[in-house]
Nanobody, 122 residues
Framework: QVQLVESGGGLVQAGGSLRLSCAAS????????MGWFRQAPGKEREFVVA???????SYADFAKGRFTISRDNAKNTVYLQMNSLAPEDTAVYYC????????????????WGQGTQVTVSS
């Protein structure tokens, strides 16, 4: 399994931006699809965006036009650029991995990071 470590979370004002990073261990990062999920207090974990091993992407509706996922296979890292943040984006953000193809279903991912807190103030 891949070990994942997220970073980049923090406190930001509404309308601001953050870039989250997820660093993965191992030498086969390029074979993995990577997903970002989030979980707000009292709510279920929800899909944000994912990128396949070939670079195909899929975004949740709320993320389209505001969030961008990218990956750097040389650095074993996936990024989540978040712009125009709103208080409802406040949550713990998790990255996850699975082989090859992306999916919105969190149950299909094999490895998870510990999460990074994003708080957006109004």
């Amino acid at each position: 399994q891949v070990q994942l470590v997220e970073s980049g979370g923090g406190l930001v004002q509404a309308g601001g931006s953050l870039r989250l990073s997820c660093a993965a261990s191992g030498r086969t990062f390029g074979s993995y699809a990577m997903g970002w999920f989030r979980q707000a207090p009292g709510k279920e974990r929800e899909f944000v965006v994912a990128i396949s091993w070939k670079g195909a992407t899929s975004y949740a509706d709320f993320a389209k036009g505001r969030f961008t996922i990218s990956r750097d296979n040389a650095k074993n890292t996936v990024y989540l650029q978040m712009n125009s943040l709103a208080p409802e984006d406040t949550a713990v953000y998790y990255c996850a991995s699975r082989l090859y193809t992306l999916t919105w279903d969190p149950n299909e991912y094999d490895s998870w990071g510990q999460g990074t807190q994003v708080t957006v103030s109004s």
